[in-house]
């Protein structure tokens, strides 16, 4: 039996580039459904990061996996994980087609509800896919969801991200490098060392190695304005990282009002992602950029 197709849309240009975009209703999981093959592609790849991630993704991700209980075998139940969230911090996942419109995406979000693609790439996709399936959603975004200071940031970035949109594509940009930066490739320095907390890693095994043990890129400290004027690569591994100390600086930082950065930063130049600013940035490593493409940031 095959897996009905997610309902595609249209394409449209977003910010994150152009993308599909497809049906925003929440939809329930057709667990039932899921082939022999999807569970097998779940499991593999559960197995595969299980085994990467010790030592490299913060403790705070691997106390999530654990909790929800990822590896027992197969596509986990949306249901079953929304039981272990409820009592947790009161998020809940929703079944969705795909990547959404950002002011559906952000309501989500800001009501404390995360969308998770319902189903899972191909055998011959485990390394690499262009938009996010149910292993990237699932294991990457929601073992954070556990942790109370990580899960409001999710939410104030919801509410952040209705009022960037009122403001205007600049700012709307501006939040999305935050949330590229961060919840999708960000590191974070602990006194074990560097670790991964960013989704867009710990779901692909490349890049979580890549982000930690290669020369090429660049690790910078944390810094809301820089971040948010810094393109981004979507095709390719990031050229720079951004690193912070805790979800609690994460969280605090962009806890003020934006609408003053985002106007400052409508007066300025984006970076471009390989930049390292010698004057202001802290830098952990300054990137070789060996192999790195020109010009195609984002
Ligand atoms: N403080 C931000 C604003 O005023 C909202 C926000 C919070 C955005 C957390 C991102 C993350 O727009
Ligand atoms: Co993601």
């Known amino acids: 039996?095959?897996?009905?197709?997610?309902?595609?849309?249209?394409?449209?240009?977003?910010?994150?580039?152009?993308?599909?975009?497809?049906?925003?209703?929440?939809?329930?999981?057709?667990?039932?459904?899921?082939?022999?093959?999807?569970?097998?592609?779940?499991?593999?790849?559960?197995?595969?990061?299980?085994?990467?991630?010790?030592?490299?993704?913060?403790?705070?991700?691997?106390?999530?996996?654990?909790?929800?209980?990822?590896?027992?075998?197969?596509?986990?139940?949306?249901?079953?994980?929304?039981?272990?969230?409820?009592?947790?911090?009161?998020?809940?996942?929703?079944?969705?087609?795909?990547?959404?419109?950002?002011?559906?995406?952000?309501?989500?979000?800001?009501?404390?509800?995360?969308?998770?693609?319902?189903?899972?790439?191909?055998?011959?996709?485990?390394?690499?896919?262009?938009?996010?399936?149910?292993?990237?959603?699932?294991?990457?975004?929601?073992?954070?969801?556990?942790?109370?200071?990580?899960?409001?940031?999710?939410?104030a970035y919801g509410r952040g991200g209705m009022k960037a949109h009122a403001i205007g594509p600049e700012a709307l940009m501006n939040l999305t490098r935050l949330y590229w930066y961060t919840v999708e490739f960000g590191l974070i320095d602990t006194p074990q060392g560097m670790r991964i907390y960013g989704a867009g890693i710990v779901s692909s095994k490349g890049e979580s190695i890549y982000s930690l043990d290669s020369d090429a890129p660049n690790r910078i400290g944390f810094d809301l304005a820089r971040v948010m004027n810094t393109r981004y690569r979507i095709d390719t591994y990031q050229q720079t990282y951004f690193v912070i100390d805790s979800f609690e600086q994460l969280f605090e930082a962009t806890r003020p009002d934006f609408t003053p950065i985002y106007a400052r930063l409508r007066q300025s130049r984006p970076h471009a992602a390989a930049d390292v600013l010698d004057a202001s940035d802290r830098i952990y490593h300054c990137g070789s950029r060996e192999g790195f493409a020109a010009n195609a940031d984002t």
């Open 1 to 155: 039996m095959q897996t009905a197709t997610p309902r595609k849309v249209e394409h449209q240009q977003t910010d994150r580039g152009y993308v599909p975009v497809y049906a925003t209703g929440v939809v329930e999981q057709p667990w039932s459904s899921y082939t022999r093959t999807d569970h097998e592609v779940w499991d593999t790849l559960f197995k595969r990061q299980c085994e990467l991630l010790p030592g490299r993704a913060c403790q705070e991700f691997l106390d999530g996996v654990a909790k929800f209980g990822l590896g027992d075998g197969g596509i986990p139940k949306f249901a079953e994980i929304n039981q272990v969230l409820a009592s947790a911090t009161g998020w809940e996942l929703v079944a969705v087609e795909g990547l959404l419109p950002d002011e559906v995406f952000f309501d989500h979000l800001a009501n404390r509800r995360f969308p998770v693609s319902w189903w899972i790439r191909k055998p011959e996709q485990l390394d690499y896919l262009s938009e996010p399936d149910l292993f990237h959603d699932l294991f990457g975004h929601v073992p954070l969801l556990l942790n109370p200071v990580f899960a409001d940031y999710m939410q």
